[in-house]
């Protein structure tokens, strides 16, 4: 084979990676915690307090935990990382992504594999009636995003966003099933479950999530049990390999 198709055979071989990335341990602050789940912009992605699973949830666009098992300890919240990489400005987020997998996989020595099964989860589907939301304007950036648990505001967020952080706050895996692309202006308000004995009740003035979701997006979450994609760890070290 030619000198330069076997220097591009090898190049396609390779798997994508960030032009350099940083994985560190963090160090654990009993009294303050805040997680960066994942954000990718301008070609760098940083992920800050993480768990493990919660950065191969973010590689592999998972948004819960019951769709990722493995050793316990890479859920552990005593065992958290910080991820900063670096990209050409207009590297795609999916690819982002996929080099997200690529470091991973090198920096923990990552071993996966992918099984079928049965796990109870909502999906978000579209509603019986006319769609709620409009499309976000050209040009915004989401600068104005505000999640908290029983209100959703965004100028922009794609359905896939929604459902994540939706997941979240319900403690279950969601489903995006809409059909809806590209991003979109949110502002969504119900009345939260008490999460401790100590919480105060729902407030009787706002609607159900479900109800929430019909009433003021035009969208319905419908409850589901059936095999779901699960990424397996069958191998990972906690101590990440240098940078």
Do not use: C
Request: proline share 8%; aromatic share 6%.
């Amino acid at each position: 084979m030619p000198v330069l198709l076997a220097a591009i055979s090898t190049a396609l071989a390779q798997p994508p990676a960030f032009d350099v990335a940083s994985v560190k341990a963090e160090v654990i602050t009993p009294d303050l915690y805040y997680a960066n789940l994942g954000r990718v912009e301008h070609g760098e992605l940083n992920m800050a307090n993480v768990t493990l699973s919660e950065a191969v949830r973010f590689a592999w666009g998972i948004n819960n935990d019951a769709q990722v098992a493995g050793p316990d300890w890479i859920k552990d919240k005593g065992v958290r990382y910080r991820i900063d990489a670096k990209a050409p400005p207009d590297t795609p987020r999916e690819q982002a992504l996929l080099m997200l997998r690529t470091l991973l996989t090198e920096r923990f020595q990552l071993q996966t594999h992918i099984e079928q099964r049965e796990i109870a989860h909502l999906e978000l589907v579209p509603g019986k009636k006319d769609l709620k939301i409009q499309p976000a304007v050209e040009g915004s950036d989401g600068s104005k995003n505000e999640n908290s648990y029983g209100h959703i505001v965004s100028n922009r967020m794609t359905m896939g966003m929604l459902t994540t952080i939706l997941s979240r706050f319900l403690r279950q895996p969601i489903l995006d099933r809409t059909g809806l692309q590209g991003a979109w202006v949110i502002d969504l308000a119900w009345a939260p479950e008490p999460r401790t004995p100590l919480e105060a009740p729902a407030d009787p003035s706002r609607p159900s999530i479900y109800a929430a979701v019909q009433e003021q997006l035009g969208l319905r979450l419908e409850a589901r049990k059936t095999p779901l994609p699960v990424i397996v760890v069958d191998r990972a070290e906690r101590v990440p390999i240098g940078n």
